[in-house]
């Protein structure tokens, strides 16, 4: 008898239908998902100070869903300013968004953690890259004392002047000085930045807990240039054996300052998308080809 597939340990952002937890679009989205196989759904903390988990934590969980959680920073709370005042803000925004991540059952907490998003003005000092990493290095020990693993989303060059790219990001976390310290890449940024996005995957597999899955133009899986199959299969092949994400973004699904945030300005997933589903089936696949 065949052995069935295993089933993809496997999040999405539900970016691709909302901006956070509307009661009028939520549910469906989460038994839709619970519906197709998916595990987990990206908990997007945009605003840690505001965010209330009960509603969201009931909703998963009576899905049977659990959260990955991300969030940021923002000017005035960053833990990469060369201001103290400036960088405490940016700890205690971090605390805060660790706190919230445990209250809602994840076991992580991603996204650009170190620094704000956004077309930095110059490059980054090798002292306030090592300040930096030493900092989310101190947080990390202190989120896994709660159970959730803090990980950095290696971006692009338009979008932070720390980390583009996984052999950067692997600097990084090394100079952390904390054995906790993820990383977390994804093949959007990795086009844009890497000669080898396979081989990039492979450097950083020591430290690699969140590989996400998109196009180049983050709208519908089938039909960008990326061979996400083939490129699925040589990460398997390289021995990455952690969660995968899904992650896409369309302009009609987004609130304003959302899309304006992401440069969304556009719609290129199709009013009827099923992306979820393309997503699923594309890793369970390439589970079942390795074998």
């Known amino acids: 008898m065949t052995a069935a597939p295993a089933a993809p340990d496997l999040a999405v952002n539900p970016g691709v ?16 998902l619970a519906a197709i196989g998916y595990r987990r759904v990206v908990v997007v903390l945009r605003d840690p100070h505001g965010f209330e988990v009960e509603p969201v934590r009931a909703l998963l969980q009576g899905a049977g869903l659990r959260a990955v959680a991300n969030s940021n920073q923002v000017a005035g709370e960053d833990v990469a300013s060369d201001d103290p005042a400036v960088r405490s803000r940016g700890v205690a925004r971090l605390r805060r968004a660790i706190a919230l991540a445990r209250d809602l059952g994840a076991d992580q907490l991603t996204g650009v953690t170190y620094g704000v998003l956004g077309k930095a003005g110059g490059p980054v000092s090798d002292a306030a890259f090592e300040r930096t990493a030493r900092l989310l290095g101190d947080l990390a020990d202190e989120a896994a004392e709660s159970g959730v693993r803090l990980l950095c989303e290696v971006v692009n060059r338009y979008e932070t002047a720390m980390l583009t790219t ?3 990001g ?16 994804d093949v959007f940024h990795m086009n844009i930045e890497e000669d080898d996005m396979v081989a990039a995957v492979a450097e950083a597999m020591p430290r690699l807990a969140y590989l996400e899955l998109e196009q180049n133009h983050r709208g519908e899986l089938r039909a960008g240039h990326l061979r996400l199959a083939d490129f699925l299969d040589g990460v398997l092949h390289a021995g990455y054996r952690g969660r995968f994400g899904l992650e896409a973004f369309t302009a009609r699904a987004l609130d304003p300052d959302h899309a304006a945030g992401l440069a969304v300005w556009r719609d290129v997933l199709d009013p009827g998308t099923r992306i979820a589903e393309d997503a699923y089936a594309l890793v369970r696949d390439a589970l079942a080809r390795r074998g």
Request: hydrophobic share 45%; glycine share 8%; net charge neutral.
């Open 166 to 168: 996984a052999r950067r």
């Open 170 to 185: 692997m600097e990084f976390a090394d100079l952390s000085g904390s054995p906790h310290l993820g990383l977390h890449l």
């Open 17 to 32: 239908w909302m901006t956070g937890w509307p009661a009028d679009r939520a549910p469906a989205v989460v038994d839709r």
